[in-house]
C-alpha cells in the first residue's frame, strides 16, 4: 500500500522508534502512547486487520504474538496487555493489521 504509514515503517521509508525488528514484524514506539510502554507490533505483509487476514497469514499471525511476548521478555515486561483493534468502529484508526503492547500501569476491565 503506497500510502499506509506502517508499510512505510517496515520498509524504512519512515522514521519510527524501532525495537525490533526481523524479516516479519516491526515492533516500534506508538507516537501517542496510552501507557507508559506502548509499543506497536505490525506484520511487515499489509494485512489491513484481523478479518483481512487468510489461512495463509496463520504463521505469521502467531509469529507477531510470539514477538510481542519476546520483546516483552527482552525489555523485563512481565505483565501487559496486548490488543488489536479490528476496524474503525473497534477503534482501529491505521489501517494495517497492529497489535498493542501496553504496560507499565494498571488496567481496568472491560476494557473501553
Known sequence: ?????????????MRAQIIYQDEDAVVFKDLNPQAPTHLLIIPVKH??????????DAALLGKLQLTAAKVAKE?????????ANNGKG???TVLHLH????AGRRF?????
Do not use: T
Open 1 to 13: 500500500m503506497n500510502d499506509c504509514i506502517f508499510c512505510k515503517i517496515a520498509s524504512g521509508q
Open 47 to 56: 494485512i489491513e486487520n484481523i478479518s483481512a487476514a487468510e489461512q495463509q
Open 75 to 83: 525489555l523485563g515486561i512481565k505483565d501487559y496487555r496486548l490488543v
Open 90 to 92: 473497534a477503534g482501529q
Open 99 to 102: 497489535y498493542h503492547l501496553m
Open 108 to 112: 481496568l476491565w472491560p476494557a473501553g
